[in-house]
């Protein structure tokens, strides 16, 4: 089937950004006298509400220190931590190829909206790129439903959510395309729980960028 739009997750779907927020992450902690969390915990909270990361890598986290660490973290993810993006290996070619098959192309992220900006921007693929939605203050984010409501379906007039395809690499993804009614694929080149993902029965899945244009044959 066709899609005329298509919807991908920022990181780990299109964005190698792991190294950048394991960083970002192990800076927060030490600067809060905490062990730093490993490696495989920073890349399964990838992809959450920035609160919840900091509340699941240190459960016993007070609610109202967590602005502080945020603060912290943004700090650090901002002087370095971007540095270290990258695109996943085949993204650009994919987002090309969709581009020409006359294809509308946006992200949504639960990234806060200028951050998401500047990393596409960096990463120079902002011309593939027709919308650009990430995390708002006061605003739903993924997996809530209001988030496409609020951040995205105004930018489709005349397009029903069964003909967008949501591409990413987590449950968050997944759940939140299922919430919209849009169709899912599983990215399962990026961090999410391969299990836990195909548990939620997405409609595609696709092991690297390059596949998912056969999506569209």
Same mark, same amino acid.
């Given at each position: 089937?066709? %899609?005329?739009?298509?919807?991908?997750?920022?990181?780990?779907?299109?964005?190698? /950004?792991?190294?950048?927020?394991?960083?970002?992450?192990?800076?927060?902690?030490?600067?809060?006298?905490?062990?730093?969390?490993?490696?495989? *915990?920073?890349? &399964?909270?990838? &992809?959450?509400?920035?609160?919840?990361?900091?509340?699941?890598?240190?459960?016993?986290?007070?609610?109202?220190?967590?602005? *502080?660490?945020?603060?912290?973290?943004?700090?650090? %993810?901002?002087?370095?931590?971007?540095?270290?993006?990258?695109?996943?290996p085949g993204v650009e070619e994919t987002l090309a190829g969709l581009k020409r098959r006359?294809?509308?192309?946006?992200?949504? /992220?639960?990234? &806060?909206?200028?951050?998401?900006?500047?990393?596409?921007?960096?990463?120079?693929?902002?011309? %593939?790129?027709?919308?650009?939605?990430?995390?708002?203050?006061?605003?739903?984010?993924?997996?809530?439903? &209001?988030?496409?409501? /609020?951040?995205? *379906?105004?930018?489709?007039?005349?397009?029903?959510?069964?003909?967008?395809?949501?591409?990413?690499?987590? /449950?968050?993804?997944?759940?939140?395309?299922?919430?919209?009614?849009?169709p899912a694929c599983y990215a399962a080149w990026g961090y999410g729980n391969r299990e836990?993902?195909?548990?939620?029965?997405p409609r595609y899945v696709s092991e690297s960028p390059a596949l998912l244009a056969g999506?569209?044959?």
């Amino acid at each position: 089937m066709s %899609y005329p739009f298509v919807l991908f997750d920022f990181d780990g779907t299109l964005c190698d /950004s792991a190294e950048g927020i394991i960083q970002g992450m192990t800076l927060t902690f030490a600067a809060q006298g905490r062990p730093r969390p490993s490696d495989d *915990a920073v890349r &399964g909270v990838i &992809g959450l509400r920035i609160e919840e990361c900091f509340l699941r890598l240190c459960p016993d986290l007070a609610p109202e220190d967590i602005p *502080a660490w945020i603060a912290i973290y943004r700090e650090e %993810y901002l002087r370095r931590g971007h540095l270290l993006n990258r695109l996943f290996p085949g993204v650009e070619e994919t987002l090309a190829g969709l581009k020409r098959r006359g294809v509308i192309v946006g992200v949504a /992220s639960n990234k &806060g909206q200028p951050g998401l900006e500047r990393a596409v921007e960096n990463l120079g693929i902002g011309d %593939y790129c027709d919308l650009l939605a990430g995390a708002r203050t006061d605003l739903p984010r993924k997996p809530d439903p &209001g988030f496409y409501r /609020s951040c995205i *379906a105004p930018s489709l007039p005349g397009i029903a959510p069964d003909q967008v395809l949501m591409v990413g690499d987590t /449950s968050t993804d997944l759940r939140f395309a299922a919430n919209v009614g849009m169709p899912a694929c599983y990215a399962a080149w990026g961090y999410g729980n391969r299990e836990e993902c195909l548990a939620l029965r997405p409609r595609y899945v696709s092991e690297s960028p390059a596949l998912l244009a056969g999506i569209w044959k």
